[in-house]
């Protein structure tokens, strides 16, 4: 979760600075839930479909840094060379696709990864996950994929970031239900909820779905009630987000809670923390640093082929 704020406190100044291109979306107040899914999974076996507020999510499933600093930065050296968006990184052979769009299409995608797995016999003991937000319940690329995950029984869990906003739309003009982990039962998928503000309320409650769709029960679905702490994306000032919503509940920085619970549980001193902080800093720099010394993409001289086989002909 540190490693992730700090990253993304840089990212975000590095935008200011005119020195990113393209939007840089924050996962700020999103980081328990997001961190704990990514470290309930296992890297080099299970699935994780990120999202645009995965940061944390990424780095605790096994992301280096320096992948995150190269993509935004254009680094021909970075997972997708510099020639895509700088939200859409991954490495499908390391079991990251890279992100299509945030609004629920990831879904799919790892349902279809989690059926070509079973038709290779290499479904056992694995787990598929992704992130959405509520806004993204509402389409039909999330009800297609969890039908189909529910149909097929995977082992799927997908977490609902229940951030109050679809972009700057209040849930009151998206859902009639009193609570989208209602909607679960409909699906026939187990059916979760967390204060996503609270940091061992989320690992215990995600890593619980993990290890359900693990062990044969099927897809989970959990929603996590949340506010994000910043506009929608760098550009947005989120100034239609209500001040008595903020200084609510929902509103809590998951991070003070989340350092406050280590200190309070004997799981770190608050010295120990603070020293997490300033080695995650330097290490913070140093991916920002190498990022931008590396060369960008050449027009003159790239094969732009969408998909190539090794010979680089065109396919």
């Not at 990253?7 to 999103?30: D, M, P, R």
């Not at 254009?74 to 997972?79: C, E, I, N, R, T």
């Not at 995977?154 to 977490?159: D, T």
């Amino acid at each position: 979760m540190l490693r992730s704020r700090l990253l993304e406190n840089k990212l975000s100044s590095l935008y200011k600075a005119g020195k990113i291109v393209g939007g840089v979306y924050l996962g700020k107040g999103q980081e328990a839930v997001s961190a704990s899914l990514g470290a309930s999974l296992i890297k080099g076996r299970d699935i994780f479909a990120a999202l645009i507020r995965d940061q944390a999510g990424r780095t605790a499933f096994g992301e280096p840094l320096i992948d995150c600093t190269r993509t935004y930065l254009g680094s021909v050296l970075g997972p997708m060379k510099g020639r895509d968006g700088n939200i859409h990184r991954g490495r499908p052979l390391d079991g990251m696709p890279a992100m299509i769009s945030h609004l629920g299409a990831e879904v799919s995608v790892v349902a279809g990864m989690l059926v070509a797995r079973r038709l290779k016999g290499e479904l056992q003991g694995v787990v598929g996950a992704t992130c959405v937000g509520d806004g993204a319940t509402s389409t039909g690329a999330f009800h297609e994929g969890l039908n189909m995950a529910a149909v097929e029984n995977l082992p799927m869990v997908v977490i609902v970031g229940n951030n109050q906003f679809a972009y700057s739309t209040p849930t009151d003009r998206q859902y009639a239900c009193e609570d989208l982990v209602e909607r679960a039962k409909g699906y026939g998928v187990g059916g979760h909820s967390v204060d996503g503000t609270d940091m061992l309320a989320c690992t215990k409650v995600i890593g619980r779905a993990v290890q359900l769709a693990r062990e044969g029960g099927g897809p989970q679905m959990v929603v996590a009630r949340l506010l994000r702490l910043t506009g929608h994306g760098e550009h947005d000032d989120g100034s239609y987000v209500p001040q008595t919503l903020k200084a609510g509940h929902l509103g809590r920085d998951c991070l003070d809670v989340g350092e406050a619970q280590m200190v309070e549980n004997g799981y770190a001193s608050a010295e120990e923390v603070e020293r997490w902080k300033t080695e995650f800093a330097d290490e913070v720099q140093a991916a920002v640093a190498q990022a931008q010394q590396e060369p960008v993409p050449d027009p003159w001289h790239e094969v732009w082929h969408a998909c190539s086989t090794q010979t680089g002909r065109g396919l």
